[in-house]
């Protein structure tokens, strides 16, 4: 599976942004997705993660209950929502997949897309 990502953009803090993930080439509702960030200096980290069908999810601390994962199966895309946004949360965001669970415990996802740079000013 082909992923594209995009949205991302220049936001003072507290605003917000919604990444999008396009996906093609394979059935995207066969796969988990998850995004992922990498801000410079610093590894690249889980962010969170949605089942193939949607009904679950999952983030990491230091997101949990500002930024909400999705899906849309049927027109082959996922997205982030991230409100109230921090400097902290200045990163090169890429969204992945794979046709097992996502996490922050679990193997790296096989699929990748190129990543978008989203930049929170103070």
């Known amino acids: 599976v082909q992923l594209q990502a995009s949205g991302g953009g220049l936001v003072q803090a507290g605003g917000s942004l919604r990444l999008s993930c396009a996906a093609s080439?394979?059935?995207?509702?066969?796969?988990?997705m998850g995004w992922f960030r990498q801000a410079p200096g610093e590894e690249r980290e889980f962010v969170a993660s949605v089942t193939w069908s949607g009904g679950k999810t999952y983030y990491s601390d230091s997101v949990r209950g500002r930024f909400t994962i999705s899906r849309d199966n049927a027109k082959n895309t996922g997205s982030l929502q991230m409100n109230s946004l921090k400097p902290e949360d200045t990163a090169i965001y890429y969204c992945?997949?794979?046709?097992?669970?996502?996490?922050?415990?679990?193997?790296?996802?096989?699929?990748w897309g190129q990543g978008t740079q989203v930049t929170v000013s103070s």
């Open positions: 080439g394979r059935t995207f509702s066969n796969y988990y």
């Open positions: 992945a997949a794979d046709l097992n669970p996502i996490g922050s415990e679990r193997p790296i996802p096989a699929y």
